[in-house]
Antibody, heavy 121, light 107 residues
Framework: QIQLVQSGPELKKPGESVKISCKAS????????MNWVKQAPGNGLKWMGW????????TYADDFKQRFVFSLETSASTAYLQINNLNIEDTATYFC??????????????WGQGVMVTVSS | DIQMTQSPASLSASLGETVTIQCRAS??????LAWYQQKPGKSPQLLIY???SLQDGVPSRFSGSGSGTQYSLKISSMQTEDEGVYFC?????????FGAGTKLELK
C-alpha cells in the first residue's frame, strides 16, 4: 500500500536548522510530485511548494522562498525539507503529501503523518 | 492568490442528520476543488476531488457539488466517525490554497 513515512518530532533553538525526511513506498517515486504543507498550532493548512521528483526542481510559494529547501534522494524514494535560521513562527507540523494531477488541477491524495517542529529558546 | 472562504467555521450535528459545508473561491476555479477531512492529531485525508468525484474508499454519504466560485460538501447522514475538521482546497493556480476549515462535532 502507498505510504509516506516522515521522520520524528524536532525541538530546536532559534537560528538553528532542521531537516525533515519523507520516505515514500508502494508506488514509483518519480511518477508523482512531492508537496509540502505547513500547519501551525490550531491553524489551517498552508501550501509551501513542491519538488519535481523527476528533475529535482523545486517550486516555492512566496512565503517559503528564503529559508526553505526541498531536496530528494531518489534512490531511497525520499524527499527532504530543510528549514534554515529557524524562528518561533516556524513552530508547526509539516506534512509531505503526494501531488496528483487531474486535467490541470493538483490535489493531494496521500499524506505523511506530519512532523512537529518546535522552536523555542 | 485565490482566497478560499469556508462557512460555517464550526457546526454540530446529530446522528443521521444531513450536514452541508460551503466553500467560496475568490475567482472561478473551474471545479478545481478538493475536500479533505482531518481528525485530531492526524493528517488530512482526501474525500472529494474535481468538486464532485469521490475518492476511492470514501463512504458514499459524502458528496460534493458546485462550479465557478461556489462549492459545497454534503454528508447525507452524520456518523460518529465524521467528527473532525474539513478543508477545501483549490488546485488550479499557484499558490494552492486551503480554506480555514470547518469543525464538525457530534451533537
Amino acid at each position: 500500500q502507498i505510504q509516506l513515512v516522515q521522520s520524528g518530532p524536532e525541538l530546536k533553538k532559534p537560528g538553528e536548522s532542521v531537516k525533515i525526511s519523507c520516505k515514500a513506498s508502494g508506488y514509483t517515486f518519480t511518477d508523482y510530485a512531492m508537496n509540502w504543507v505547513k500547519q501551525a498550532p490550531g491553524n489551517g493548512l498552508k501550501w509551501m511548494g513542491w519538488i519535481n521528483t523527476q528533475t529535482g526542481k523545486p517550486t516555492y510559494a512566496d512565503d517559503f522562498k528564503q529559508r526553505f529547501v526541498f531536496s530528494l534522494e531518489t534512490s531511497a524514494s525520499t524527499a527532504y525539507l530543510q528549514i534554515n535560521n529557524l524562528n518561533i513562527e516556524d513552530t508547526a507540523t509539516y506534512f509531505c503529501t503526494r501531488g496528483f494531477i487531474t486535467t490541470v488541477v493538483t490535489l493531494f491524495d496521500y499524506w505523511g503523518q506530519g512532523v512537529m517542529v518546535t522552536v523555542s529558546s | 492568490d485565490i482566497q478560499m472562504t469556508q462557512s460555517p467555521a464550526s457546526l454540530s450535528a446529530s446522528l443521521g442528520e444531513t450536514v452541508t459545508i460551503q466553500c467560496r473561491a475568490s475567482e472561478d476555479i473551474y471545479s478545481g476543488l478538493a475536500w479533505y477531512q482531518q481528525k485530531p492529531g492526524k493528517s488530512p485525508q482526501l474525500l472529494i476531488y474535481g468538486a464532485s468525484s469521490l475518492q476511492d474508499g470514501v463512504p458514499s454519504r459524502f458528496s460534493g457539488s458546485g462550479s465557478g466560485t461556489q462549492y459545497s460538501l454534503k454528508i447525507s447522514s452524520m456518523q460518529t466517525e465524521d467528527e473532525g475538521v474539513y478543508f477545501c482546497q483549490q488546485g488550479l493556480k499557484y499558490p494552492y490554497t486551503f480554506g480555514a476549515g470547518t469543525k464538525l462535532e457530534l451533537k
